[in-house]
């Protein structure tokens, strides 16, 4: 991000959101990243209508306010059509990633390796 003004990030986000309806996952700076292994877990429950510049600068002022959140994700549910923008997390067990889901109360985690959901059982 160093030597882009904070309107360009936002702006790139925003359109990776748009371009992506399935999901994305992206660097805090809004350039796609690929994670083929381990499991993302969001942190937070951000359901939006739409990604806008308030709702993008909220999700990095969270991203940025904890030190556990790796990258930016954004995915639509299958069940409700919600879309979601979240800050999410990388992790290598299967088992820890579960945990933590519980823990910031999440439907589902995402595994990389096998690029699909896993339900998070209560």
């Known amino acids: ?15 990776q959101v748009e371009s992506h309806p399935r999901g ?8 796609e990243v690929q994670v083929n292994k381990g499991y993302l877990v969001s942190l937070t429950n951000n359901s939006i209508s739409y ?8 999700v990095l002022r969270q991203l940025q306010g904890n030190p556990f959140a790796n990258y930016i994700g954004a995915w639509r549910s299958g069940e409700t059509k919600r879309q979601y923008l979240d800050i ?4 290598h067990c299967r088992e820890d990633a579960l945990k933590i889901a519980r823990i910031y109360s999440q439907e589902a985690i995402y ?12």
């Open 24 to 31: 994305i996952t992206l660097e805090p700076d809004g350039s």
């Open 1 to 15: 991000m160093e030597g882009e003004n904070a309107d360009e990030v936002i702006g790139r986000i925003i359109s």
């Open 51 to 58: 990604a806008d510049a308030s709702v993008v600068q909220a």
């Open 88 to 91: 999410t997390m990388h992790l």
């Open 111 to 122: 595994d990389c390796t096998r690029q699909k959901c896993l339900v998070v059982r209560i």
